[in-house]
């Protein structure tokens, strides 16, 4: 975090006189299929700060064939979770970059204890960066299980589809490309239960872990996504500015 930006909570934006809240560090927590993605990507619009998903950061390093690519394919495929030290070492590496100096926006990690102590530990070592702000997105079971198994994505634009809530115009085909859609190979019911497993024995205590520290909110994730990204800008925003 630079120190120019570190004293306060209220930087200029280049365009206007308008004040924003430095945004900082953000967790988005909620479990697999919540939207943590998708509103990553409409909160990257307010605050213009990146998002760092672990899962999207893994994916990478497997279509690369890295030797973290090798490891981690086949625990991704079965739906377990890569050891913390790999994790940790590729998001220390990620938080290197210069784009992280007013914020980001953490989405899939932490997602264990052990995780969630380390960037606690890294964080405090930084006593001028702003502390973390956690928003868990809640989304009942059922509805994870069609967002995810119905979940389709353009190889070429990445526009993702829902087969059941929102289907391509042609069955399997993107509107915008025309490209053959994919799904993910871990968007079975099969692998999907076995997410669910995973979260619900180790990345649960973590939502309670930033529950307990407080600058913690919780949004309903049944809503369009516009209407939740206004509720997490105004959860951060709140949160910023709570002592
Ligand atoms: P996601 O795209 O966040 O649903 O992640 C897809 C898969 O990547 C997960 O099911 C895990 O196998 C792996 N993964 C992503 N983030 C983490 C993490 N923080 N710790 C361990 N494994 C992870």
């Known amino acids: 975090m630079s120190s120019s930006v570190s004293s ?35 909160l990257i619009k307010t605050w213009n700060i ?28 079965r739906g377990e979770l890569v050891p913390d030290s790999l994790v940790n070492e590729m998001v220390a590496l990620r938080l290197l970059e210069p784009d992280t100096a007013t914020g980001y926006i953490l989405d899939g990690f932490p997602r264990t204890l052990v995780q ?25 079971y059922n509805q994870l299980l069609r967002r995810i198994t ?30 053959a859609l994919i799904q993910r190979a871990d968007d079975t019911e099969e692998v999907f239960k076995e997410r669910m497993r995973a979260y619900a024995a180790l990345t649960a205590p973590v939502v309670e872990h930033y529950r307990a520290l407080g600058r913690f909110a919780e949004v309903d994730g049944d809503r369009p996504i516009a209407t939740i990204a206004a509720g997490i800008v105004a959860a951060v925003e709140r949160l910023r500015h709570t002592a």
Not at 10 to 37: F, N, Y
Not at 50 to 75: E, F, H, Y
Not at 151 to 173: A, E, K, L, W
Request: charged content about 20%; proline content about 8%.
């Open 116 to 140: 969630a102590n380390w960037l606690d530990g890294r964080l405090a070592a930084q006593p001028e960066a702003l502390p973390l702000v956690a928003v868990s997105i809640q989304v009942n």
């Open 50 to 77: 990146p998002q760092i998903s672990t899962g999207d950061l893994l994916r990478a390093n497997v279509a690369k064939g890295t030797k973290l690519g090798m490891i981690a394919k086949q625990i991704m495929g």
């Open 150 to 179: 119905g979940r389709r994505s353009c190889p070429v634009c990445q526009t993702i589809y829902n087969v059941f809530m929102h289907p391509p115009q042609r069955d399997g085909f993107c509107d915008v490309e025309g490209a």
């Open 8 to 42: 306060g909570v209220s930087m200029q934006s280049g365009r206007d006189t308008e004040t924003k809240t430095v945004p900082g560090p953000i967790l988005l927590l909620g479990a697999p299929g919540v939207g943590k993605g998708t509103q990553a990507k409409e």
